[in-house]
């Protein structure tokens, strides 16, 4: 199912994802079908697995740059995948669900999943939500090479930029990458009020306005691990990130 891109003398071209592995989960034929020949005409390398089982082991033999992963899958379902995948080595995860179920949304971004979306989707947003996490690595791996100084403390609430870590209280809190770019972008301006369209376009590179709930789900992951009463929420506008009084 894999498929290279390179030039006449061998080279990789530079076409967008050019070289980049992504690992297709799902289990009905016509649409991983579909997104196998979008992702490849966007540049990347694909493979493709239709059961839990064998996306486990694909993803351990073939290492894949992103994992695009459908909840609903024969042998374990795609929250197992997840569990296991991340466990032996961290990897971004684009969930797939079938179900506007925001329950099932919390608990995918809850085992390590950075982002979903719901069927049915355009080929062109899940192209583009593909090439956003791979950009976030990216930038990530930029950053621990190029650490901020310091740690941000906001009362209880600590922020190492270098290290990525977060925590409460002194207790490390595990964000998923989304979840931490989400906390600081709320904590560089804190108490100022961040609309859901400007959360989208600084941590998710996305301007289309269908993705804010996208961004209500990560918010309530966020709160249920750092807690509710840190996050604002100004109804109609966006999101807050509280901080003590001085």
Not at 119 to 129: D, G, H, Q, V, Y
Not at 170 to 187: I, K, R, S
Request: net charge negative; hydrophobic share 45%; charged share 25%.
């Amino acid at each position: 199912m894999e498929q290279t891109h390179s030039s006449h003398n061998g080279a990789a071209t530079t076409t967008p994802g050019a070289q980049r592995r992504v690992l297709v989960v799902e289990d009905d034929p016509t649409i991983v079908d579909a997104i196998a020949a979008r992702l490849r005409a966007e540049g990347f390398q694909v493979q493709t697995a239709g059961d839990g089982p064998a996306a486990v082991d694909t993803a351990e033999a073939w290492q894949p740059d992103l994992l695009v992963l459908d909840v609903m899958l024969p042998g374990f379902d795609g929250l197992e995948v997840c569990r296991r995948v991340q466990a032996r080595r961290p990897v971004p995860v684009l969930m797939l669900t079938a179900r506007d179920d925001e329950t099932d949304m919390l608990v995918g971004l809850g085992v390590g999943a950075d982002d979903y979306m719901t069927k049915p989707f355009s080929m062109r947003e899940l192209a583009a939500r593909v090439h956003v996490l791979l950009r976030r690595v990216e930038r990530a791996a930029l950053a621990a090479h190029t650490p901020r100084s310091g740690i941000l403390r906001l009362g209880e609430l600590e922020i190492d930029h270098a290290q990525r870590r977060v925590r409460v209280r002194g207790t490390d809190v595990h964000l998923t990458p989304t979840e931490f770019d989400l906390l600081v972008c709320l904590a560089n301006t804190p108490r100022a009020v961040l609309s859901r369209e400007q959360l989208l376009a600084e941590v998710w590179d996305w301007a289309d306005a269908s993705g804010t709930r996208t961004v209500d789900s990560h918010i309530k992951a966020l709160r249920r691990k750092i807690g509710a009463e840190r996050i604002r929420t100004v109804h109609g506008v966006g999101y807050a990130l509280e901080t003590p009084a001085a």
